[in-house]
């Protein structure tokens, strides 16, 4: 396992240009959403003392009257915002094409390749998605055995205590849902780049049965860089913490290593979508 | 205090006197209130069917000058008997057809009523709708009598009564398998006043108006279920049918209320002269400190602030799952609490329940006003309680949430939902007039709370607290009407409040002080022909400035530094006038306060300094929560990005780090579906 994330590191490195791709293109669709809730609240609070105490923390009066006084403009900013958020989602599903291409092609990078994949595959990848959503339906249905058990063993009237318990467990259920269905997507993708397939519901059916024959080394990589996702944040929340402060560097300290962090993410997505397909490749193309 | 050490014993002596049904009982030797409506009830609870039957003696006093031809009667349980109640239909879309299935509905028959002389007034009773002539409202019965009740007589009456409870619990009682909250449930008669019969029918919005009595009340449930109740129980009697009846005392209460349930899990405790009983859910049993200690808090602090809690126990009922809406109210020595399983320790509205409900037990119970037609009497005043309470036991900031580092105070919460509907309605109004039920929550309770808060900021917190004291002191065990409170208030703060109180309570006048506009432009040397030789005017200028801004300034007036003519323009945004302070500072650290009474639409202030303005804040104190918009009292020469740049970096964070974790956003939404 410790190979193929290296080889995945490698691929990865040898492409870095691509981590500013993915980290600018997250970073402009949250300033795009960010930067109007900012001009409003600037707007509505600029000029007032009030503004000094966000300073020192989150001031409740402010909050309770910006959302009361400025609901005319919140609203449209996070509509736009959910807009955003599915243009960034399409966004990155075309950038991924390119991305998972290079990758898989072991070349240097090649501007005309990347951007020539990413058109090529998207609307592939389009199609792979909606057929996923059957998928991931099935595993979001998952948890609702625990309410059925729940049903079954402690009837229609259970004390609360069951009702908030059994509510973890179906979270924990839908989180491991998503996980698995997150991976069946990756490897659609991957199959799809490999074999170009074209008809996408074959790849969906060949990413599950490559998942199932290579089970334990499939979640075993998910898992790792799931958790060292986990734990780069607990050590960007850690520093954070330390740097917390009310002064104008303070903040640019943190502004920075957020963006820091950020790109620690994108280099993480990108080395986890090199590692699965040499992961995929060793077994299924060797 | 006589009546106190009568009570700590009440109960032995009681239980010992009470060796038959029919003794005679007595907790306070003095009555303490006019016992004009007294009550014996035997109640008895099927409870699978969720129905009570029960036979009520009242015993009825005329304190009136006047010849009582007829009395009336609440039947409350009759607002859920069918969806043409004015209760169901006030309530619009939230009590419908589809909710309540036949067996649901709750009501209430009398069947059979007579005088102690056998006499029976079942013939002529009939219902009336004296608020809305709506004839399918059968929550007021009019019994006319045969005789007069002449002043200062007396009736007594038999009265018949089933009943079933809701279920679930609608506003306030009802009963969900187990459990029931038994609340408004006999035929409760109402006020004789103003030469005239003050019997509400039951409406969605407002509650209840009571005079005081004694109540008797033996409740026969399964002997498996334990019972709170209002009063103290003196006895217990097994029965041969696997009941068990329970024998209710209270003196000088205006209400009788209890609740049952096997599965209460009961927690005794003592707070200064009262017992305390705590009546958990088992599956909130692990909440019961949290409950204990917020009453254990409530009376000591509402004995030590406002003054003697005359009664010798308090019950605290945690109602069961699924029947939500028989939490949060106030009975006589019996409150109902809300909670949900899990809810963490720094969000305190367990607390908040338990310190409000039980604040009932002074602002209502003690002071018995008409809560239909004045609810600010109890609602408003006892939300200003609430405040000063979470304030003082909890501290300043953040005492009701403090989570995930937001910090919301009582006092924040309350103007949270003061801002979002403060003008539609004047306070004082029956309850049912109000523009919405928002309007008449708004403005009866938060509205309210913030008006005595920022009274008590404008005369001083031991002015306000001699007024409250004052005022329970005048109007203990009585009906007082706003024009009381406005009178006890100008009485013991030595002034004449009337223009304070006409704005709050009879208009629905905004209060709002801006700081609109800040400047300081530098005054240049007087140049050209005319001062071509002086440089006089210079000295002269300063002197002015001196003149105008006091001694403390003259210190920093520098011949050398530039001279700045400043204003500030402060406006009254509202039309509610009140009286503001100004605090401006200045670059150089100078502060200069100035008050006015805002009466006009603005005012303009200006100096003539060595400094530029900082910034300018109305009310720098704080003193006047009723004001709708904080964020325009203060107005800065520069713009404070640093704080906004602080959050906004946050919360770009937050959404780049979520896009970035679609899963997150799945999950999300799963759970919600799911």
Known sequence: MLSIIKQGLARMWAHKRLILFFYFANLITAALIILPLRAALNRFAGHSQMADRLRYGMDADLLIEFLQY???TIGPILLFGLLAAILYWLLTLYLSGGALKLFASGRQYDAALFWGSAGRYFGRFLRLFLWSLLVLLILLLLPQI???????????DPYEYITYYSGFIRLILYVIGVFFYLMVFDYGRIQIISSEERATRKALWRALVFIRDHFGRVVLLSLIFALTGTVGFFIYYFIADLLNGSIALTIALIFILQQLFMLFRAALRLTGFASETVLY????MP | MVHKSVVHHGYLLVCLLCLSSNAQHMLFPTPLSPRIANYDIDVRLNSEKHTL?????????????DYINELQFHLYLNAFRNNRSSFVLDSNRRWSDKKYKQKNWGYIDVTSITTAEGEDLAPHMHFIQPDDDNPEDKTVLRVP?????????SIVLHINFKAKLPEPPISRNGAKAEYAMVAQWFPKIGVYEHGKW???QYHYRGEFYADYGVYNVRITVPEKNIVGATGIEVSRQNNSDGTVTHFYHAEDVHDFAWSTSPDFVEFIDQSQDVQIRVLMQKDHVNQSERYMTAAKLAVAYFQDTYGDYPFANLTVIDPRRGAD?????????????ATAYGIPEKLRLPEMVILHEFGHNYWYHLTANNEYEEAWLDEGINTYSEIQIFNDLYGPTGNIIDLLGLKISD??????GYISLPDRDPIVRNAQDFYSGGSYGVLSYYKSGLALTTLQNYLGRETMLKIMRTFLGQWRFKHPHTQDFIDVANQVSGRNLDWFFDQVLYSAAVLDYSVTQISSRSIDKKTGFDYAYSTVSDSALSDTTIASVGDSTQKSLDDSAKTYKSSVRVERLGSFIFPVELQVVFTNGDTVRECWDGRDEWVKFTYVRKAEIEFATVDPDNKIPMDVNLVNNSRTRKTQSTGINKWMSRGLFAVQFSLDLPELFIAIIARIIG
């Open chain 1, 70 to 72: 400025s609901g005319e």
């Open chain 2, 411 to 416: 006092l924040q919460f309350n103007r949270m």
């Open chain 2, 145 to 153: 009598l045969p005789e007069p009740i002449a002043p200062g007589g």
């Open chain 1, 146 to 156: 625990i309410t059925l058990l729940q049903r079954l063993i402690f009837g229609k």
């Open chain 2, 198 to 200: 003050n019997c509400h």
């Open chain 2, 53 to 65: 039957v029960g036979a009520e003696t009242l015993t009825w006093h005329n304190t009136s000058s």
């Open chain 1, 281 to 284: 490749q060793k077994y299924v």
């Open chain 2, 325 to 337: 809406q028989s939490g949060g109210m106030e009975y006589p020595t019996l409150i109902t609490a």
